[in-house]
C-alpha cells in the first residue's frame, strides 16, 4: 500500500480547520499544524490543541508572517492545506512564496471551501470576496504549484439551524423569507463531510490541479424545496414570502454592516443559484462524491431532524432588529414627537410584501409618504425641499451614496440639519482595526463633506444596540445569553454603552429643533447603560444566581482572532475589539467644543437601563 501524504495544515484551529485536521489524521496521514505560540496557551484553543495532540497530529510553532519557519514547516511535508480565515486571504501569497521556496510540495489547497470562486454571478461586498480568493488561485497558477481548490458550498452548521433566515437563531415554525423565486438549487455539506471529502483528494492524481465540488445528491435543494421538507418534518405549513430580485439588491445595500454581506451570498447562491448553475466539465473539475461513493454523508435531512428536536418555536431575530433601527425606530419617534415626517421611500417599496405592513403603520402615524430615490437626484431635491431636517439612516453600502443627499441638501438650500447615518462609535475617536476601521472611515468621511459643504448638522454616535449586543451577552455567534461560561476580550475593564433603539430615536428626534446639539456630536451615555464587560457579567450573575466561568482573551490573541475569522464575524469581532479593549465608547471626555451628551441635555427622558434590559432573558 502506498504511503500516505505527510500534511501540512495552516489555520487549523479555525471554523473548518478543525474539522480538517481531525479527517487527516483519523485517515492516518502523518497530520502536522503550524501554530503559534500564543494559541497552545489560548484559554479557549487550548481544549482543541490537546484534542489534536490525542489524535497524535504534531504541533509545529511557527507564523505566516515568520518565512523561516513557514519554509521548514512546508519542507517537511508533501500537502499544504490553509484554512485561513478571511481577514488573513492576503498573507496566503506568503504561503506561496514559502511552498515556491520549499521546492518538495505535491499539492496545495488554499482556502476556499465556499462557492467556486471563478463561477459565480456575485455583487458587493461578496464580490469582493470572492475576488480575493480568485486572485490567490491566479497566484498559485502562475507559479505552477500543483493544487486542489475546494469547492464545499454552504457550512450547514452554519446555515441549515436557522434554515437560512438572516439574524435568526432557530428554524422558523411561522414565516420564511425567500429570495427571488426559491427555486436555484443549493448545497448544504455538514461539515466533517468537508473534512472527510477534502482528505480522500490528497492523494487522487484525478483531483489534481483540477476543483473538487462536493456535491452529494441528497444536500442539493432549492429553498423551496428545503421549506418543504422543514413544513414536513414539523407538520406545518409556514408563510412563504417571496422577495423580487431587485427588491433583495436593494436590501443589501441598505443591509447593516456585516448582515448585508450575508445577503450579498445569499444573493449569489438563491437568486443566481450559483452553487449549481453551470456543468462540472472534465477540464476543470470532478465531484466528490462521485469519486469516493463510499463515503457516508450526513444528508440534509438528517441534519435537520436535529434542529426539529432542539427548535422550540421562539424566534429571535437580534440581527434583523439591529436592521430595523434605521428604518422604522427613528420614524415613529418623530411622528409620535408631533413633527410633521416625511419619509423618502422607492415605489417598489410600497408593494413590497415585507415592508407593506411597516408602510402602513406609518401612514397610520400620520407620516407622509415621498417616492423618491437616492440616484434620482430631482426627485431628492424635492423631497429635501420640503423638510427642515434630514435625517440619514441608510445602511454601509449605501454611506457613499449620502455624498448624493449632500449635493442634494447643497442644491435645496432649505435644510436647517443634516442627520447623516452613524448610529454607532464616534467616526472621529475611535482605535479600530479592519474591517471595522474601514466602516468608520466611511463615516468619516460622509462627516468631512458635510463640513466642506458648510451643511448644519448633527453626528449621533449612540455605541450598541441593546438588542444586538444584550441578548447574548456580546458572545459572537452565541443565540442566548451564557450560563456556564463567558468569553471576555481584554482585561474587561474598558467601559462600553448599550441603548434601548427606541431610547436612541428619542434622543435623535429630541435634539432636531435644539440649538446646544447644532453642529455638534450627540452622544447617548445615559449612566445606567455603562457598564465594562466585567460589570456586565456580574450584574448578569446577579440575575441568574450563578458565578460563569470567565474566560479573558489577550488583546494579541483577539486581534490573531479577527484576521483568522470568517465575514462578517470578523466584523463583529473587531467592534467588540474597538469598545472592549480599546475602551472608544468611552476613552475621551465630551468637550463642549465638539460634543454634548443627551441624557444632560433632555434628563425628562425615560430610557431603558441595561438591568432593566437583561430582566426579560432571565
Not at 441549515?160 to 435568526?168: D, R, V, Y
Not at 472527510?196 to 473538487?212: C, E, F, G, M, Q
Not at 435543494?221 to 428545503?226: F, Q
Not at 450559483?274 to 435531512?301: C, K, R, W
Amino acid at each position: 500500500m502506498a504511503q500516505k501524504s505527510k500534511i501540512l495544515i495552516i489555520g487549523g484551529t479555525g471554523y473548518i480547520g478543525k474539522f480538517i485536521v481531525e479527517a487527516s489524521a483519523k485517515a492516518g496521514h502523518p497530520t502536522i499544524v503550524l501554530v503559534r505560540e500564543s494559541t497552545v496557551s489560548d484559554p479557549v484553543k487550548g481544549k482543541l490543541v490537546e484534542n489534536f495532540k490525542n489524535l497524535g497530529v504534531t504541533l509545529l510553532h511557527g507564523d505566516l508572517h515568520d518565512h523561516g519557519s513557514l519554509v521548514k514547516a512546508i519542507k517537511q511535508v508533501d500537502v499544504v492545506i490553509s484554512t485561513v480565515g478571511h481577514g488573513q486571504l492576503q498573507d496566503e501569497f506568503k504561503i506561496i512564496d514559502a511552498i515556491k521556496e520549499a521546492g518538495n510540495v505535491k499539492r496545495f489547497y488554499p482556502s476556499e471551501f465556499g462557492n467556486d470562486v471563478d463561477r459565480v454571478h456575485a455583487v458587493e461586498p461578496a464580490k469582493s470576496a470572492f475576488a480575493a480568493k480568485a486572485k490567490i488561485r491566479r497566484a498559485i497558477e502562475a507559479e505552477g504549484i500543483p493544487y486542489t481548490y475546494v469547492s464545499s458550498n454552504y457550512f450547514a452548521g452554519y446555515f441549515l439551524p436557522t434554515l437560512a433566515q438572516p439574524g435568526a437563531t432557530t428554524p422558523p415554525r411561522d414565516k420564511v423569507i425567500i429570495p427571488g423565486d426559491g427555486n436555484p438549487k443549493a448545497i448544504f455539506n455538514k461539515e466533517n463531510d468537508i473534512g472527510t471529502y477534502t482528505i480522500r483528494s490528497v492523494d487522487d492524481p484525478r483531483a489534481l490541479n483540477k476543483v473538487l465540488y462536493l456535491k452529494p445528491p441528497g444536500n442539493i435543494y432549492s429553498l423551496n424545496e428545503l421549506v418543504a421538507l422543514w413544513e414536513k418534518k414539523i407538520g406545518k405549513t409556514v408563510e412563504k414570502i417571496y422577495i423580487p430580485e431587485d427588491r433583495f439588491l436593494e436590501d443589501i445595500k441598505e443591509a447593516p454592516f456585516p448582515i448585508n454581506g450575508k445577503l450579498s451570498v445569499f444573493y449569489s447562491v438563491f437568486v443566481k443559484g450559483d452553487h449549481t448553475n453551470f456543468e462540472i466539465e472534465p477540464s476543470f473539475g470532478v465531484e466528490a462524491s462521485q469519486l469516493y461513493p463510499d463515503v457516508n454523508y450526513t444528508s440534509v435531512e438528517e441534519c435537520l431532524d436535529q434542529f426539529k428536536k432542539h427548535s422550540n418555536g421562539s424566534e429571535q431575530d437580534f440581527v434583523n432588529r439591529r436592521h430595523r433601527l434605521h428604518r422604522k425606530i427613528p420614524v415613529e419617534a418623530s411622528a409620535k414627537a408631533g413633527h410633521p415626517t416625511f419619509v423618502l421611500v422607492r415605489k417598489s417599496t410600497l408593494s413590497d410584501p415585507v415592508k407593506g405592513k411597516l408602510i402602513e403603520k406609518f401612514k397610520n402615524l400620520g407620516v407622509t409618504l415621498l417616492q423618491g430615490d437616492l440616484h434620482d437626484h430631482g426627485s431628492l431635491v424635492s423631497a429635501i425641499k420640503q423638510a427642515d431636517v434630514v435625517i440619514s439612516t441608510v445602511g454601509p453600502m449605501q454611506f457613499e451614496d449620502q455624498l448624493k443627499i449632500i449635493a442634494a441638501i447643497k442644491e435645496a438650500g432649505n435644510v436647517k440639519r443634516f442627520y447623516p447615518s452613524e448610529f454607532g462609535v464616534d467616526a472621529d475617536r475611535n482605535n479600530a482595526v479592519e474591517p471595522a476601521k474601514s466602516a468608520f472611515a466611511a463615516r468619516a468621511k460622509i462627516r468631512r463633506a458635510i463640513e466642506a459643504e458648510g451643511i448644519p448638522y448633527t453626528y449621533v454616535p449612540c455605541h450598541f444596540f441593546a438588542a444586538y449586543f444584550l441578548p447574548n451577552l456580546v458572545q459572537p455567534g452565541a443565540t442566548a445569553p451564557p450560563r456556564d461560561k463567558v468569553i471576555i476580550p481584554g482585561d474587561g475593564n474598558p467601559k462600553a454603552i448599550f441603548n434601548k433603539e427606541d431610547d436612541i430615536a428619542t434622543y435623535t428626534i429630541r435634539s432636531v429643533d435644539d440649538p446646544r446639539a447644532l453642529n455638534k456630536v450627540l452622544y447617548i451615555r445615559p449612566p445606567k447603560n455603562i457598564y465594562s464587560f466585567n460589570e456586565l457579567v456580574a450584574l448578569w450573575e446577579k440575575k441568574i444566581g450563578k458565578t460563569l466561568e470567565k474566560v479573558y482573551v489577550p488583546e494579541e490573541k483577539l486581534l490573531k482572532d479577527i484576521q483568522e475569522a470568517p465575514v462578517p464575524l470578523d466584523t463583529l469581532l473587531s467592534l467588540n475589539h474597538s469598545a472592549f479593549v480599546k475602551g472608544d465608547h468611552t476613552s475621551f471626555k465630551i468637550e463642549p467644543s465638539f460634543g454634548v451628551e443627551a441624557s444632560q441635555l433632555y434628563p425628562d427622558v425615560k430610557y431603558t437601563t441595561v438591568e432593566e434590559y437583561l430582566d426579560q432573558f432571565v
